[in-house]
């Protein structure tokens, strides 16, 4: 579930030396460099199925990792995490930051074969403020007074006030106006089939199975030298962890127990090269807001008291992650290290729900008020054993203090589509990325509450939203870091989550792939300079 304006940062931050992040630990054998080569295939696992590959539409990141290898958007962050242009040659900005002036490619084709101009950015522009398109990420582009075209390659953005995710809310994933326009998005074969400018051509989705995408000879930075990428749906991190160590796929996301011993043998010694690094994410006990157990803020505190964290770091993950105080990582410019913590108290949990009116329990043990067992359902994505361990840990510390906790797994599509989208859920265990510039407008501000939007909590703090509309409207980092410490501290008064954890990353890629290039944006930022050499291919990718 992330922003398309992040979605490069689905494989997220590696030698984390940048605004003081902390070193990488990386797994690599030394071995001799080989010439590149064109061909081969990646096959990468993920337990969840894509919903929607028109970027647009979708806030599931499954879905946003495949678009990110199918389209560009005008800019995009290096791998040290500066502002480059992606579809964008060039770009000037007014003395004021008011006004951008983008300088667009020249010669580059949409995947049909037919430009790509001015006018597919102003129809992007068009439709992502829409109010008919069902998308959560209108917020940035309402900032916009005017769009224009100049010419075929020349299009100008007028903004009436600062915005200070202005230039990086341009990453955004440009669509064909050709295939698009005067035409209902929602029904767009695109969904399915999608056609963009970026370095891989969409080929096949079985769903459920996998989607295949095949190299774009005519990419505008260079054809990449893997011909394809198969991603594989594999709900089960058991079974996937099979077919890795049977070496049917080449990549995926470690569990710490694989990380830390299942893959400690000579076979993945010498068949994977293992990467460990803190997220650039973290993981949370969401509530509904709307359900009347989690109004009173009492409650939710009580509930992040009663769950002990580093139980949860040393037991779920062996120690790989850190303790999530709130949205932003530490380390970050943006953190506030100094915000309310809820270090394990059971004893002030019941005081609080004894304040809050849960005073009887029943037979069971279980707190009651007005006659109404405290009984909630958490439901969390099948495939994903490190979250479920989570809620099996945290079923068991909230019935210590008289909570009763039902667990309930869902497969990933039916999570997202019947129960997030459609807010019938009374509490979750889920996680965000972390993007680079702090703007949490989408999730939090309570404007982003409709159906398909992010704050699908239901959170309303008229405070907060001040606080988010101010950051996002000064360029002064100081300024903006004294409204987002403030933000912080509010969400930890009120706990509209229970913010549990910060991962590490930890990830394999089979030894036969090679360039891979560790850097402070991550792991993806050269993909398509990433090669097998050509002794070493095992499949072929036919058109």
């Given at each position: ?298 409650v939710r505190q009580a509930i992040s008291y009663a769950i002990n964290k580093e139980e949860i770091i040393s037991g779920v993950l062996l120690g790989l992650g850190k303790p999530a105080t709130g949205p932003y990582k530490p380390g970050t410019w943006a953190y506030n290290e ?18 809050a009116g849960w005073t009887k329990t029943n037979k069971d043990g279980i707190l009651e008020k007005d006659g109404r067992p405290f009984t909630f359902e958490l439901i969390t994505n099948q495939g994903n054993e490190t979250r479920q361990k989570c809620a099996e840990i945290i079923q068991r510390q909230l019935k210590e203090v008289g909570i009763d906790v039902k667990i309930r797994i869902l497969e990933w599509a039916a999570f997202i589509n019947d129960f997030i989208n459609k807010r019938r859920f009374e509490a979750i265990i889920l996680g965000w ?111």
């Amino acid at each position: 579930m992330c922003l398309w304006r992040i979605i490069f940062l689905i494989l997220v931050a590696l030698l984390l030396s940048a605004c003081g992040r902390e070193a990488a630990d990386v797994e690599i054998s030394a071995r001799a460099d080989k010439p590149p080569a064109y061909g081969d295939i990646i096959v990468r696992g993920d337990i969840g199925d894509a919903s929607n590959l028109i970027p647009l539409l979708a806030s599931d990141s499954p879905s946003h990792t495949i678009a990110g290898l199918i389209y560009n958007g005008l800019v995009k962050y290096d791998k040290n995490m500066n502002i480059i242009g992606d579809l964008a040659e060039s770009w000037n900005i007014s003395p004021n930051g008011l006004v951008i002036t983008f300088h667009l490619r020249q010669g580059v084709k949409w995947h049909d074969g037919k430009p790509f101009t001015a006018r597919d950015v102003l129809y992007t522009y068009k439709v992502t403020v829409d109010p008919k398109t069902p998308t959560a990420y209108a917020g940035d582009f309402l900032k916009v007074k005017k769009a224009e075209v100049l010419d075929d390659y020349t299009f100008r953005v007028i903004y009436d006030k600062p915005f200070a995710p202005a230039l990086i809310s341009w990453s955004m994933s440009v669509l064909p106006r050709h295939l698009l326009e005067g035409k209902d998005i929602t029904k767009s074969e695109l969904s399915r089939r999608p056609v963009g400018t970026g370095p891989y051509i969409f080929k096949e989705w079985v769903a459920g199975q996998k989607i295949v995408l095949v190299a774009n000879p005519d990419y505008f930075e260079g054809r990449p030298y893997i011909d394809g990428r198969v991603t594989r749906i594999i709900p089960d991190t058991a079974t996937m962890f099979l077919e890795l160590r049977a070496r049917n796929i080449d990549m995926m996301g470690l569990t710490p127990l694989q990380y830390t011993r299942q893959t400690e043998n000579n076979l993945f010694r010498q068949n994977f090269d293992k990467y460990r690094y803190l997220a650039f994410a973290y993981t949370y006990l969401g509530y509904n807001l709307k359900h009347p157990f989690f109004a009173d803020k009492r409650v939710r505190q009580a509930i992040s008291y009663a769950i002990n964290k580093e139980e949860i770091i040393s037991g779920v993950l062996l120690g790989l992650g850190k303790p999530a105080t709130g949205p932003y990582k530490p380390g970050t410019w943006a953190y506030n290290e100094n915000v309310k913590k809820y270090d394990y108290n059971p004893q002030k949990a019941r005081e609080l729900l004894r304040a809050a009116g849960w005073t009887k329990t029943n037979k069971d043990g279980i707190l009651e008020k007005d006659g109404r067992p405290f009984t909630f359902e958490l439901i969390t994505n099948q495939g994903n054993e490190t979250r479920q361990k989570c809620a099996e840990i945290i079923q068991r510390q909230l019935k210590e203090v008289g909570i009763d906790v039902k667990i309930r797994i869902l497969e990933w599509a039916a999570f997202i589509n019947d129960f997030i989208n459609k807010r019938r859920f009374e509490a979750i265990i889920l996680g965000w990325t972390i993007p680079l510039d702090p703007d949490a407008f989408d999730v939090w501000h309570s404007s982003k509450t409709a159906p398909q939007e992010l704050n699908f909590i239901s959170y309303k703090n008229p405070e907060v939203d001040a606080l988010l509309e101010k950051a996002r409207s000064t360029f002064d980092q100081k300024q903006r870091k004294k409204y987002y410490n403030r933000f912080q501290e509010i969400l930890a008064e009120d706990q509209p989550y229970t913010f549990l954890y910060v991962p590490d990353e930890l990830i394999i890629i089979s030894k036969r792939i090679r360039n891979i290039e560790p850097a402070p944006i991550g792991l993806g930022h050269n993909f398509i300079r990433w090669f097998v050499p050509k002794d070493e291919q095992k499949y072929t990718m036919s058109r």
